[in-house]
């Protein structure tokens, strides 16, 4: 069946996480997604691995593939005057151009979206900025870290009474392409309705925002400001990581209910810990939590990770060892759902990816390419897409455009 986005033509100028993640998702459905690159200016994310076997080479970063997997790529240094009339020329042929440069940066090389909309008045350009295209702080620029930060989460995601210490990794990169690709369909839509682009403009860390509503609608009723709570939930009790048996491993496990409180008493102490009124309601529960997770522990550590997560799963207690990198490539879910793609790699031998989030039944996604390493499409996308003859190409090179 015909992929969705075929026939989507994408301009990716897009670094690191948060702008890529969007052209990945264009070109697993089908549209033709051109990525700009440079080895003069090496490119955040490769130089993030991880690396096959732990041997740095930003051509090799497992991160970059990821990100960037089913786009074909051009190598062109932006600082060149030759190379922004490529750039010119690409956002001519273009439905879409993705960008996240800090704002005002396309603007000084003369590749704004006044300049690139008067030549292609139906061109969708998405800019994804920190802080977005405006207001006072629209110059600050940084990583989903920085976003995580300002949006609240870094100080939210800690011990009780603890140092914060923040959501794992970039946290913004990941939940602002989703609002980005959301707005980018809409705009699409009106296109073919009106024959119209625009600007869009997805800021990161108010994306992020969306996720702490309803604390920030509390914090505005009541005054209350929430802090770190390590693992615990204000809805459930227990609700933890707690240890094995064996060395590092690690359960994570929560209870919703009396219900399942009762089911899981049974299992770690008998009647007697079933019966325990410290324990029958949440409320009793949340009123003794440290008691709660002392005993939950001094039972968990007597007993091997996967056999327990295997019992309490059976006894329908939502309960998961914490996995590591290797066992997480063996997950039997995410092997069922083909959820990592093999793709030829010319210095890797194969790319491991992951594939699309979403799953559709009559245009499922496909991947058609690894990455591209330094300048392995030039030659396609000036030629066979911009149709430059070869005086155009050997100017470019003349020019030290393409690198």
């Not at 993640?21 to 691995?49: K, N, Q």
């Not at 003794?288 to 990770?305: K, M, Q």
Request: overall charge negative.
């Amino acid at each position: 069946m015909s992929r969705p986005l075929a026939g989507l033509k994408v301009l990716d100028l897009a670094w690191v996480v948060a702008g890529p993640l969007i052209g990945r998702s264009l070109a697993d459905y089908g549209a033709t997604v051109i990525r700009i690159d440079s080895a003069r200016r090496v490119e955040t994310a490769r130089l993030m691995g991880p690396f096959p076997g732990g041997r740095f080479d930003v051509q090799q970063s497992t991160l970059y593939e990821n990100c960037n997997a089913g786009k074909f790529g051009l190598s062109l240094d932006l600082r060149k005057a030759a190379a922004q009339d490529v750039v010119r020329d690409l956002a001519a042929w273009a439905d879409v151009a993705v960008e996240s440069f800090t704002p005002g940066q396309l603007a000084k090389w003369g590749l704004g979206y006044d300049v690139l909309s008067a030549a292609n008045p139906s061109l969708i350009l998405l800019s994804t900025a920190l802080m977005g295209q405006s207001g006072p702080h629209t110059r600050y620029s940084g990583y989903g870290n920085h976003g995580a930060a300002i949006a609240g989460f870094q100080n939210i995601v800690g011990p009780q009474g603890g140092t914060p210490i923040g959501p794992f990794g970039p946290y913004t990169d990941y939940v602002a392409p989703r609002f980005g690709l959301v707005a980018l369909l809409a705009a699409l839509d009106h296109r073919r309705r009106t024959g119209k682009g625009c600007h869009l403009d997805v800021a990161q860390s108010e994306a992020g925002l969306q996720f702490l509503a309803p604390h920030i609608a509390d914090a505005s009723v009541t005054g209350r400001v929430l802090d770190g709570q390590g693992n615990r939930d204000a809805a459930m009790a227990p609700h933890g990581v707690f240890a094995c048996a064996g060395q590092d491993q690690w359960l994570a496990l929560a209870v919703r209910s009396d219900a399942e409180w009762q089911r899981l008493a049974l299992l770690a102490g008998g009647e007697g810990l079933a019966a325990d009124p410290r324990f029958m309601t949440l409320r009793d529960r949340k009123a003794n939590e440290d008691a709660l997770e002392a005993l939950l522990e001094a039972w968990t550590r007597h007993h091997d990770g996967p056999s327990l997560q295997e019992m309490l799963q059976a006894h329908g207690i939502p309960a998961h060892l914490a996995v590591d990198s290797a066992a997480f490539m063996a997950d039997p879910q995410l092997l069922a759902r083909d959820h990592f793609v093999r793709l030829p790699h010319p210095l890797m031998g194969e790319a491991v990816v992951e594939a699309s989030r979403y799953r559709l039944s009559e245009t499922p996604a496909a991947y058609d390419r690894a990455a591209a390493v330094y300048g392995r499409d030039n030659a396609h996308v000036l030629r066979d897409v911009l149709g430059y003859d070869d005086e155009r190409i050997a100017a470019l090179q003349a020019a030290d455009a393409l690198g």
